[in-house]
């Protein structure tokens, strides 16, 4: 039995038109530069920047694709890599070119039989450092610092969004303004803290095939991110995003009642 959508529910490219109007501006910060990064799993990628494009080499394995930079934090850089060859995957890495320190995360459009009970958008991590790490260097790890928190980003007057962190594994969501207006859900997520004031969150949707990866900055309080997921039409979609963030509450759980 085929799973149905509820009623009136959007499509991806429907709630995604428009979610970066306040996304903050590219940079050609990068241009010029090289950076290699080695990950704890012992994956090695090499980036060079040009303006637009990053010739990149991970293994045997080269090629030279469109870039998106944003300077998302002081030396901190939200990269997202846009494989033409590969329009179902998308990497998107964090690096801070001052202290070496980075994470990826590679976002992948699963068919659906392989993907049967899990969101159709998979999402793998890895941590890792470039040569200018040291061994004072904070590797970035999962976090659950963002459980108990509840949080209004506005991505434009057309899209206002409520989270609400539940666990260290899922959380909540509703529409506040805009075309999904009336609607949440709860999706799987996965958290890591980059530095102090810095998270990056990602959520995987199960009702439509669709992830996303964002950059916290709560200093700033703003919000960096993409979606990569499937249009009403079939395409495969990667989407810029950013919003304000304004903190609303915080929910606080007595010893031994902690969520996962």
């Avoid at 991806?12 to 109007?21: E, K, N, P, R, S």
């Avoid at 590969?86 to 659906?112: C, F, H, M, Q």
């Avoid at 590797?139 to 206002?160: C, K, M, Q, W």
């Amino acid at each position: 039995m085929t799973q149905q959508n509820p009623k009136d529910w959007k499509t991806y490219d429907q709630f995604a038109y428009g979610i970066d109007t306040n996304r903050l501006p590219a940079t050609d910060a990068l241009s010029g530069s090289s950076h290699a990064i080695t990950f704890d799993d012992g994956r090695r990628l090499d980036l060079s920047f040009g303006t637009g494009k990053v010739t990149w080499s991970d293994g045997s394995a080269s090629g030279e694709d469109r870039v998106e930079v944003l300077e998302v934090a002081e030396n901190t850089f939200f990269i997202e890599i846009i494989f033409a060859g590969r329009p179902k995957e998308a990497e998107t890495v964090i690096l801070n070119t001052k202290t070496g320190r980075a994470l990826s995360i590679y976002s992948i459009v699963r068919d659906k039989e392989q993907s049967v009970g899990e969101p159709q958008v998979a999402q793998v991590f890895r941590s890792g450092t470039t040569g200018l790490a040291t061994s004072e260097t904070r590797a970035p790890a999962e976090s659950r610092d963002l459980i108990g928190l509840r949080a209004h980003f506005t991505y434009s007057p057309n899209h206002v969004y409520e989270h609400t962190y539940l666990s260290s594994q899922r959380y909540a969501w509703q529409c506040l303004v805009g075309v999904q207006r009336g609607h949440g859900d709860v999706d799987l997520t996965t958290t890591y803290k980059f530095d102090d004031d810095q998270y990056i969150f990602t959520l995987r949707e199960f009702t439509i095939a669709v992830a996303s990866s964002f950059f916290y900055n709560f200093k700033d309080m703003r919000s960096t991110g993409k979606f990569l997921g499937i249009a009403g039409d079939g395409r495969i979609q990667n989407s810029p995003a950013g919003a304000f963030i304004r903190k609303a509450s915080t929910t606080y759980y007595l010893p031994g009642q902690e969520p996962v």
